[in-house]
């Protein structure tokens, strides 16, 4: 049996993925270790591979804050909601696409993958919006993102592979369209359905721009609306920071570890999904993806 020869090659491949993953998970630690370390060390500047004088105190003044329980409650809904309306409507159009007896359906294929390459922009997508009349309401943060083309070639591409011989199964059983979808297509495709359904419910919990365009009402914002006025703006981290300190009397609020915690706190549950759909992604996505 030969034993594993390690050339000076590998030693440098080690030494570079190391060097990468160091570069990818620093920052997000110091964040960590800013959040949980006292105003003493934070001021200073002596916070970087560990916490200083840990505490959880900016996590408890966070936490406290009202905007950021509504900004929750929002994202989590938009999430839950675009993500099943995203993957019921997608997958609906891949699977009759799917199909080689559709009247016109590489036509309608061509037509989907031309927005591809062009789109209609901005400000015509607000305009029908603004026709649809659900500017400045949950629906304006899920359906206009709902299909995205991408997705759809996947699905209709793991479709396409799934064998014809279940469905005349099926059909000899009495199915018709919807029953072979419902009860043997989509049992069938739990993988690429994981893995689009990350893809979605990741965009969706990182969008705030769809935010910025179509909600007007502050009750209706997500949270990444209310991260990003707390890091670029500045104005939730001193409204945060003054009634804390209000109530605490003469405790310092230091504004970084406010921004640092809120970050944190707004990326760790999409982090915390990942590991229970990471058996499903990279099956999903290959699978979807061998066909042209």
Known sequence: MKQARFSLFDAINICIMLGLIFVTLYPFVYL???????EVYVL?????????????????????????????????????????????????????????KMLFGKQITLLIIFTILFS???IPSYLVAKELGIVNSIWAMVLPGAVNTFHLLIFRTFFEG?????????????????GL???????????????????????????FYSALIYLRDPSLFPLQVILRDLIIAGSNADSIASSANARSGSEVIVVESLKYATIIVS????????PFLQKYFVKGVMLGSVKG
């Open 181 to 207: 979808f419902t009860r043997i297509v989509a049992p069938l495709s739990k993988p690429v359905y994981a893995s689009i359904g990350l893809f979605v419910a990741v965009g969706i919990w990182n969008n």
């Open 32 to 38: 960590i270790n800013v959040s949980l370390s006292s």
């Open 267 to 274: 990326t760790l549950p999409i982090l915390l999904v990942y």
């Open 162 to 178: 799934i064998p014809e011989e279940l469905e005349d199964a099926g059909r000899m059983d009495g199915l018709n369209d919807i």
């Open 44 to 100: 200073q500047n002596r916070v970087s591979f560990w916490p200083r004088g840990f505490t959880t105190q900016w996590y408890e003044i966070v936490f406290q804050d009202r905007k950021i329980w509504m900004g929750y409650r929002n994202t989590i809904l938009y999430v839950v909601l675009g993500t099943i309306i995203s993957l019921l409507v997608t997958s609906s159009a891949a699977y009759a696409l799917s199909k080689q």
């Open 120 to 122: 209609g922009g901005m």
